[in-house]
């Protein structure tokens, strides 16, 4: 997955503003507690930490947007052994939103979430 993506009005989408550590709001929380989004070379990274073990789900590239209005976004995709994410994240009002679509191996149904993070 390409890190710099379509940014509306042409160019690479900069995800530098959105670098460094981001806690989700709702402490409570089954799926991701935080994420760090960081630059490595040319390419931007996630790591995310779950809630339950293992809390380490590694790092994964991104795919940087911006949407019409110039806010940043991205999309980014975890295949852990029994569960597929795939993290669509966006920006509003100074907070990151992640809709998480999760699809487990063992039949299940699939499951959505929608959590939101400040910047720690």
Known sequence: MAAQEARA????????????????????????????????????????????????WGEVEVAAYTDNLGELAFLAVYDRPGLHSVLAANTNKGLVVIAAFHRFADGRPGFLCREFYYRE
């Open 9 to 56: 009005g042409g160019g690479p989408a900069d995800l530098t503003p959105l670098l460094g550590t981001w806690v989700n709001s709702h402490a409570e929380t089954e799926w991701l507690r935080r994420f760090v989004l960081a630059r490595r070379g040319d390419a931007f990274v996630l790591r995310a930490e779950g809630a339950a073990p293992p809390h380490d």
